[in-house]
Each structure stands twice: as C-alpha cells, then as structure tokens.
C-alpha cells in the first residue's frame, strides 16, 4: 500500500489503484496520523481535529469510532493503539513524505553532484501539489504542510546549488524567475537568481532581481536586505566574483536566454493580484472546477465568469482562484476594475491601463479603440498571462480585452450573469451563493476563536440565519464580535433581529464597509421598470416567486412580469429555483422592502386576492369541499385537474406564508376554508392545524369559523384522536346552530356519530348519525345524505346489525353518490355480505374498494379481504391481502389497527401463534393509547385464542375481558363472538378462530 501526502489525500494499493476514503472526518484522522507517521497521536488532539467546533459528548469513544472504520479501509494491523493515542505503522517506502526526506539526506550525505541533482529531482518529483490543502484549518495538519513545504523549498535550494555548480546557470534562469515570483522576499533563491544571470552575462538583470527584493522587504516587512546578499551584490558590483567552469560573458553567446522583445518596448512581467482572504471558507468544489476550466489550454483563451448576487465573495472567490492558479501564468497576473462607481469604464481606458500594465509606452499607444485592442492582443500572444477583471458590468467591456491565441486566461466577476460571453467565448460560468451553516460557523471559528463559537453554537447559527449566509454579512458580522469581545453573539443577535438589520450590518467606525452600499450599487444600474419589480418583490413574503403570482403585484400582464424577472435573474438579484420559479435572498428581500414602493400596499392586497381566487379556482376540479365550498372570484382561471394539483402542491409553502402574515386578515380565514379538503386529503397534519388555527382567529364567529373548527375535528379523527375530535366538533355545531346553518349542523352531527363509533359508544352514534341523516333530507341534500347513510352503515356494523348495514349501503348507492363515496360504500357492503356469509358478493364489492383514492380506504379494503379469504379458508391470498394493507396504513392509527387486527386472525389461522401474539399485543398497545375500544377488545379475544392451549386459565381472563369491554361499549357481533369463545372453553370444544 502507498500512502502521499504530498498533495492532496492519497492512498493506493499494492496495484496502484486508489483505495476510497471519502468521509470526511475519516481523510482527517488518516492525515494526521501520516503527518505524525513517527509518534503516537494523543486521543486529545485527534478529537481537536476531528470536531473543531463542537465536541461529541465522549470523545474517547467517537475517535475509537472513526479509527475501527479506517482499519476496516486499510487492513487490522495498520493502526496501532498505544498507551495514550494512535499511530500508524508504515514501511521504509510506503509514504511519499518519508521518501522525500530519505533524498534529502542522501542528497547532502555525496559530494558527487550528478546523483545530488538525481536524488532531489526523484524526491521533488513525487510532490504533487502543495500539501493537503483540503485540512488548511486543522492546525496539527496545517502546521505540518506548512513544515513539508519549508523542506520542499531547501530541497529545491539545494538542487539548484548543485546544478549552478555544474554550469547550468543558462538553464536555471526561468525556474529561478517563477520562484522568486512565488516567494519575492525569498533572499536565498534571489541570490542564486543573482548568480545565474551573472553567469549568463546578464548583469544588468541581475541587479535588477536584487532591487525588486529590497523592494518588496520594505513594502512588506519593513527590512532591509541581509548581509549575505548585501555582499553577493558588492561582489556582482566589484566583477569580484568566481565564474564557473561552462560560463561565457560574451553578449553573442547568451543572446539564446536574453529577454525577448516582442515590439521593441520591452515587456513588462506585472503580478498584480490584490490580497487574499486570509480566513477564505468553503467553495472547494466550486474552486476545483473553476481551476479544471482557468487552466492554460494549448488550443484556446481559457475563460471563467464569477457570478452571483451583491455580498456573495465574487471578488473574493476570484482572487482565491487567482493565486492558485498564478504558477501557471508565469508571463504575469494583472488586475483592473471594469465598474467605475455606478457606470461601466469605457473600453479605452481599460485597454490604455492593460497595455501600459504589459509594458508599453503610453506616450505611444494609438487612440482608436480597434487599434488599442489589437496592440493588446499582439502584445499578449504567445505569452501565459492571466487577466482578473474584476466588477464587469457589460459582456462588450471582457470581449474588448480578450486575448487571441492560446495560453492566455481570462477571470471575471460580475452581478450580471454574462450569458453572452458564454455564448461567443465559451466562458464557463461559475455562479457563488450564501454559504450553509457549516462553512459560517468555521468562518466564524476563523475570526472569533473556536471556544467563543462553541461557547454560543446556537446563536452561532441564528447570526448566520440572520446574514442569509451571504458572506459579506457574515464577515462584517463577525468582524463586529471581534472588535467586541465582551458583547455575547446571542445579544448581537438581538440587536440585528429588528427592523434595521441593514443598518446594522456595517463596520462600526466604517460605515462604508456595509452591505447596503453593495445593495445600492446593484439596485442603481437598473431601469425605472425594473426597480419597480424589485421593490415590489419586497412585498411578497413567499419562499419563490412566479411571473403568475408577479402580475397582480406589478399590475401588469403575465408576460411583463415574466420579463422583468428574467432581467432580476440576469443581474444576480433574483435566482432561478425551479422551472419558472425564482427565489430571492432574504437580505435582498428587506431591502427591497425598505425601498418602500408607494404602490406597496396596494400591490400586497392584490397578491393576497390573487392567492385567495386561485386557491378557490384551484381545488374545484378535485378538492372542492363537500360543505359551503368556496366559489372562484370573477377573472381567476380554473385550471385543468392535473394542473390544478400541480399547483397547489407547487404553492402549498406559499400559502401557508401568505395565511400567517399579520397583513393578511380576512384572506387568512379565506386561504384556510378553500384549502379543506386539500388538507384532508394529503394529510398535511402539521400545516393543516396551523393553517386552522390562524383562519379562526382570523374569522369572525360566523359560518366560516364553524367550518374551520369542523376540519380541526377531522384532523383529529383521521389522527385517530376521537376524543378530541368530538370537543371540537362541538365548537363546530355550537356555531352551525347559532347561524342557522343546517347543512353544517347535520354534517357535523354525522362527523360526531362516527367518532363516537370509533370510542365504542355505538349507541350515541347511532343516534346523531340518525339526526344527521334526517335533516340531510329535510332540505334535500342528497350527496350529504348519501355521506351520511355510508357512516350509519358503519355503525350498524359495529352493532353487528349486518342486514341493517345492507340496507343503509344500498340505499347511500341509490342516491348516486360520486366515486369518493360509493367506494367505501362499496367496502361497507362487502363487510355486510361477509358478516351475512355472501362471500362471493363480498368479493365483487370489496373488489371494487380496491380503486379507492386514499391509502387508508384501499388498507380497510384489504383488511376485509383478507377477513373475507380467511372466512372462506384461502390462507395464503388472506395473509397476502393482509400484509399489503399494513403497508397502506401509514400515518392513520386507526387504519393500522384495523389491519394488524386481520393479520393477526390469519395468522392464528395459520397456527402461527407466536407471530399472532406479537401482532395482538402490537394492536392493543396502540389501540389502548388511542381509545380504540373495539380493537383493545378484538385484540384480548384474540390473546384468547392463542393462550387457548397453553395456559387455559388466562385463555378465560382474557376472553372475559373481552366480552366485558363489547359488551359496555355495545359492539354485539364482537360480544356474541366473546361469548361464542367462553362457551365453547367451558363445555369442552375448542372454539374457532373467527
């Protein structure tokens, strides 16, 4: 197995091929304990690498976790445990880092400078990148590299040492020249620079290599050169120094490795790149394939486009690319503005400023803007230059200065999206959004410190929920606390959850370090109509917008709406979520809001009319409400069935935000009445309670509030809480009797029966069911009558009234009801003739069930089949339908205990008594928990049963009490089966199964 370090990550076995670590936490164990390859690590500082942030409650544990899963990836025997921690055990040749160092030794230990030069070229050539880069905040990790690179760089010094002494000065100077690019304070590799280029008869460039060191020691470190260059230059200076053998001072022999002129003014090499970020969090992916595309390409302008909205780290991300990539443009990195305050510079003086950066005589550069750009061109060709343009306002500012041949790359950033310089320059785009919380709170450990962090991890991730993740906000954010250390981030916090967030989200003593300048300059470059748009987006507190839901709030027709959006989305302050639908970022959106439209009110009651009317249009096709249903306003499309779905299942989160706004009134209790049976049928529990509860505190004590506590009582029976279901519904009829309201009140007399029926009180629902039924035919509602007998049918049953029940099912189909109905009707009647021993026409109606919409309608049906195979002795299709009706029962407890209660009896049947037993103890504990009484009662009759033969006495104990609890809740099929049991235990003859 080979182990490298020496760049990113790597692991391979013995074949050569990669060995997968992918998790993260685990490529950080196994690079610590490489770096560390000579000594055991303690436990304490695996867990600091591995949980920099916050802790696990046992770390011992957690890192004994992480080692047993990389031993598993890399063999038992690889990772020993030692008295306090880990280490790994690696032979002499397995880890590219032991490699390396083991060349340097043999390098220093001959004085044969042909194998020193040999040795270091194997050890530098295993290095495949700077050292795990991917760990750069892991200090243990980060330290290490930092020590790999140090040993990188006097291996390279003493390679070229060697190569210097053996005349190859000429050869020397380009790589001396990117080195010295790369660590321009750097005096040793200046001063072996020095001496190539005196060597090579370069003197002149040799004292300049040695002025641009003394300048760069100044403007950075505020120093001087030392005294070992200082007399390298004297001897340069005095000629007082040893040419070795191989060396010429003769113009014509050196004019190989003279500089090359391309117009006979010389060119200027210019690196020019502004500094990085020092704490730069997250983007790796993002930076990885932005590097793959800025790469030089033999055969093209490599071109890359930084995208994204005001405060997202365009400029950053750019410039952190930038420096990766500056070895591979060693003919110079330049940087300018294309942005000018809130214009666009014009093309000339940005191409005046490029050709003067390459050197250039300014008193000579044409006027003509084609001819500027051609002279830049030509100055750039054939040369690996890199140009950051920074700020683009206008795809034609980047197609003036794109260079012409190959080898050149060209790095934008813009709050436009440059589709066009896509299009006709293949740029790749790279668009940068809000960073998640992971990548915040390890800013925030960056620049506050790791224990203040952990100290207050939550109010950690409120900030950063606070900043939207923009990056902007985050660091001015952060850099405020820091400033601030004795200010708590959960105060801060405080101080920015109010109405000037904006504000507040600036450098104390910098007002101009804020986010809303950056918002300001974005908003400037629009037009009138587009301002507009965006002002008023600040209206809609929805997740996503569409140009549907825009036209009311402009005023304008679709397609305007849709235009405007479109010139959002291409000026980075609106994103493209989906299909048609745009989000906009939560900073964006309170500043929008501030810009304080005068039409802003006005546009909000448009929106809100606009939810109201097309929620109304949108159910009528499926999920129109059987009681008062909403009608459409005048001008709203209904759309087809499936769209209709489509949409409301696309705007469902909308909704619920436009209800829950405090500006909404009227339209909250309106959203909440339309949206009924869409509730209902999606068993959307959470959002249906709170959309409920809003509407009623919304409405007014009238009919639609009775309506609202009615679907509450719904919610609560299809929970399988009837109890609570009958308290509501008693709000509900409370107010239907008090309006006047007789359809409501016979609905909810009905509601109320099958409640009842559910807690075992079948004669108080049968006769509310009977009420209900009666007033449904006073005033002729035949649909609701129809409901009405389906849920009488259902209480007979429960009564074991089978006949009665067959008469309620065929009267309820009499009536023609639609297909939601007639379908449980239909398993109703199949129930009847089962209990009545028609098996066949069971069958038929029970088939029919199968069709039905809702899972929870389709388990009953197979429970009943299941029943009904189990009547007839097919053991095996009654266990099948038994088992694919439990996989329909999911979130409706009084479906699943319907259906595991057939189970059960089948596989009693089946002489499976253990499984049955398990399956009855599983129905009576959630049937005892919700106040099924019917199936805590089914389920000890058949505890019964399965005792039957193992333990008579509490076989008796069980079925009394099942008879007792039949009989008090009067489920008399259920009563007469418990007393069929008993009397068949006490004469002797074992009683059956069903």
């Known amino acids: 197995m080979r182990f490298g370090v020496l760049g990113p990550l790597q692991v391979l076995d013995d074949d050569g091929a990669p060995v997968p670590v992918t998790a993260p936490r685990l490529r950080v164990l196994l690079a610590a304990l490489l770096v560390c390859a000579h000594r055991e690590v303690p436990v304490g500082e695996l867990a600091d690498l591995l949980w920099p942030l916050a802790m696990p409650v046992s770390p011992k544990d957690a890192v004994q976790t992480y080692v047993r899963r990389l031993r598993k990836l890399l063999g038992s025997g690889r990772i020993r445990t030692g008295a306090t921690g880990y280490r790994i055990r690696l032979t002499t040749d397995e880890l590219d880092m032991d490699v390396f160092r083991t060349s340097i030794t043999q390098a220093r230990s001959t004085s044969d400078l042909d194998r020193r030069t040999a040795v270091l070229d194997r050890g530098l050539g295993l290095w495949r990148a700077d050292p795990l880069e991917e760990f750069t905040d892991r200090p243990l990790i980060r330290d290490a590299a930092a020590k790999l690179l140090d040993e990188r760089l006097a291996a390279l010094e003493l390679s070229l040492d060697a190569r210097l002494e053996l005349g190859r000065h000429h050869d020397l100077v380009p790589e001396l020249r990117a080195l010295t690019r790369a660590h321009p304070t750097h005096e040793g590799l200046c001063g072996q620079l020095m001496l190539a280029l005196h060597r090579s008869g370069r003197q002149s460039e040799a004292f300049a290599a040695y002025d641009a060191l003394a300048t760069q020691l100044v403007d950075q470190l505020g120093v001087d050169p030392g005294l070992t260059i200082r007399h390298l230059r004297q001897s340069l200076l005095t000629d007082n120094i040893v040419l070795t053998p191989g060396t010429t001072t003769d113009p014509a022999a050196s004019a190989d490795t003279a500089p090359k002129i391309a117009d006979g003014t010389g060119w200027s090499v210019q690196r020019q790149l502004p500094l990085g970020i ?520 429960l009564l074991g009234d089978a006949a009665g029940a067959l008469v309620s099912t065929n009267r309820c189909l009499a009536l023609d009801p639609p297909p939601s109905i007639a379908v449980i009707t239909r398993i109703n009647r199949g129930t009847a003739r089962r209990m009545l021993g028609d098996l066949d026409g069971a069958r038929v109606d029970l088939g029919a069930g199968l069709h039905a919409d809702h899972r929870r309608n389709r388990a009953s049906c197979l429970a009943e089949l299941a029943l009904t195979e189990l009547a007839a002795g097919n053991l095996t299709v009654a266990l099948a339908h038994a088992k694919a009706g439990l996989d329909l029962t999911d979130a409706t407890p009084l479906t699943e205990a319907e259906t595991r209660t057939a189970l059960a009896w089948v596989q009693l049947a089946r002489g499976d008594h253990g499984a049955a037993r398990t399956t009855f103890a599983q129905v009576l504990a959630l049937s005892t928990t919700k106040g099924f009484t019917l199936y805590i009662a089914e389920s000890h009759l058949g505890q019964a049963h399965c005792l039957l033969h193992t333990d008579p006495a509490r076989a008796v104990q069980a079925g009394t009490t099942a008879l007792h609890l039949a009989t008090t809740t009067h489920h008399h099929a259920l009563a007469i089966r418990c007393q069929t049991f008993l009397a068949g235990l006490a004469g002797g003859t074992p009683p059956g199964a069903d």
């Open 278 to 797: 020092r704490d730069f969090v997250g983007r790796d992916e993002l930076l990885d394939r932005a590097a793959t595309a800025l790469a030089p390409a033999p055969d093209s302008v490599s071109v890359v486009a930084v995208t994204g909205p005001p405060g997202a780290g365009k400029t950053a991300t750019a410039i952190r690319l930038a420096h990766r990539l500056a070895d591979a443009y060693p003919d110079g990195q330049w940087y300018v503005r294309l942005g000018q305050g809130r214009a666009a510079r014009d093309h000339a003086s940005v191409l005046r400023e490029l050709l003067r950066t390459s050197g250039a005589d300014p008193r000579t550069l044409p006027a003509d803007e084609d001819e500027l750009s051609t002279l830049l061109r030509a100055r750039i060709a054939g040369r690996r230059v890199l140009l950051v343009l920074d700020d683009a306002r206008t795809d034609d500012q980047v197609r003036a200065v794109l260079p012409g041949t190959p080898g050149a790359g060209v790095l934008v950033t813009s709050r436009r999206l440059l589709a066009g310089l896509v299009a006709t320059a293949g740029a790749t785009p790279i668009t940068v959004h809000a960073l998640d919380d992971d990548d915040a709170l390890r800013l925030f450990a960056q620049v506050l410190g790791r224990a203040r962090v952990e100290a207050e991890h939550e109010s950690c991730r409120r900030l950063t929920r606070l900043c939207g993740g923009l990056p902007l906000g985050l660091r001015i954010a952060a850099a405020n606390l820091a400033v601030q250390p004795h200010t708590g981030i959960a105060a801060y916090c405080a101080e920015l959850d109010g109405p000037d967030r904006l504000t507040r989200l600036a450098i104390l003593d910098d007002p101009a370090t804020a986010v809303r300048p950056v918002f300001d300059l974005a908003y400037a470059v629009l037009d009138e109509d587009t301002r507009r748009c965006f002002r008023l987006l600040g209206v809609n507190p929805c997740h996503d917008v569409t140009a549907a839901s825009t036209a009311p709030v402009l005023g304008s027709s679709q397609q305007e709406s849709e235009r405007l959006l479109r010139t959002l989305v291409a000026s980075n302050l609106l994103q493209v979520v989906a299909p048609g639908r745009y989000a906009i970022h939560d900073l964006l959106r309170l500043y929008a809001a501030e810009l304080a439209d005068p039409d802003a009110e006005s546009a909000w009651q448009r929106l809100a009319a606009w939810y109201v009317g097309t929620t109304r249009a949108a159910i009528q096709p499926e999920y129109r409400p059987l009681i008062d249903p909403p009608e459409p306003g005048a001008g709203y499309d209904i759309p087809e069935a499936e769209d209709a779905r489509d949409w409301l299942d696309a705007e469902f989160r909308n909704l619920l935000v436009i209800a829950a706004d405090p500006r909404a009134g009227q339209a909250t209790a309106e959203l909440a009445d339309a949206l009924r049976h869409y509730l209902f049928a999606g068993l959307h529990f959470a959002e249906w309670e709170q959309l409920c509860q809003a509407g009623i505190a919304a409405a007014p004590c009238d009919r639609t509030s009775g309506l609202l506590w009615q679907s509450l009582a719904t919610r609560s029976y299809v929970r399988g809480d009837p109890a609570a279901a009958i308290e509501l519904g008693q709000h509900a009829l409370r107010l239907f009797r008090a309006t006047g309201f007789v359809v409501g009140e016979a609905a909810m007399l009905a509601n109320l029966g099958l409640a009842h029926n559910t807690l075992g009180e079948l004669d108080r629902a049968a006769e509310l069911l009977a009420q209900a039924v009666g007033r449904f035919e006073c005033v002729g509602a035949d649909l609701l009558s129809a409901n009405a007998l389906l849920n009488l049918s259902h209480n007979q049953l």
